[in-house]
């Protein structure tokens, strides 16, 4: 089964303060990975796509790497303003369907 | 428009009551997807819409729940008879491509 599963659930950061999350996911065929970002009261916004294992994507303080097995957001000296949920999804290898299978989430939380 | 909007964007319903969400894609988008969001919990996949064809309704809770794109446009996600566990946020995402843009969501409370 088609499975997605982010860790921690929640993370509380010192405005700089570097870390990553995890994004663990087993699927028979992974058509690609994603990163959306999600803050109270609005639907997720599109961050990043990963297609193959070394794939690395930067976005600001924000990088994306992919391995066969997990992806990991890395976020360099946040501020308070990267304070959101960060979703991570999959999407199999199904023919003419491009549903997306979620994580639950890490609710990130920066303190000035 | 610039985005994909949804209305109403809260529901208040009561229970048996009937419900009518309406999403509005990005001009050109061909697929449409429905989600359910949980508190606290990632989008769970409902159905979607290649043009005005459904070709995946496989994650419908139930038979009361119906969604339709009649002109490849405008959808609209139906639940009839409402209970308290269709109490979500629904979702409503569209594409071109591999990345699906999302709209803001409507949030239903059933009573």
């Known amino acids: 089964e088609d499975q997605v599963t982010q860790s921690p659930e929640a993370l509380r950061l010192q405005e700089g303060e570097s870390s990553s999350l995890n994004c663990s996911y087993t699927?028979?065929?992974?058509?690609?990975l994603f990163w959306y970002r999600q803050d109270p009261g609005k639907g997720p916004e599109f961050l990043f796509t990963l297609y193959s294992a070394g794939e690395e994507k930067e976005k600001e303080r924000l990088k994306a790497t992919l391995t066969k097995k997990e992806s990991f957001l890395h976020i360099t000296a946040p501020k308070p303003e990267d304070s959101a949920t960060y979703l991570c999804?999959?999407?199999?290898?199904?023919?003419?369907?491009?549903?997306?299978?979620w994580g639950a989430g890490t609710k990130l939380i920066i303190k000035p | 428009g610039a985005g994909v909007s949804q209305s109403p964007r809260y529901k208040v319903a009561k229970r048996g009551q009937d419900v009518a969400l309406r999403c509005d894609p990005i001009s050109g988008h061909v697929s449409l997807f429905w989600y359910q969001q949980a508190l606290g919990q990632g989008p769970e996949f409902l159905t979607y819409?290649?043009?005005?064809?459904?070709?995946?309704k496989s994650g419908l809770p139930s038979d009361r729940f119906f969604a339709e794109r009649p002109e490849g446009s405008v959808s609209t996600l139906k639940i009839q008879r409402t209970q308290q566990e269709d109490s979500a946020v629904y979702l409503c995402a569209t594409s071109t491509g591999p990345e699906q843009f999302f709209g803001p969501g409507t949030r239903l409370t059933v009573l």
């Open positions: 999804a999959v999407q199999p290898w199904v023919d003419s369907n491009y549903q997306l299978i």
């Open positions: 699927v028979s065929g992974l058509r690609g």
């Open positions: 819409f290649q043009n005005e064809a459904q070709l995946d």
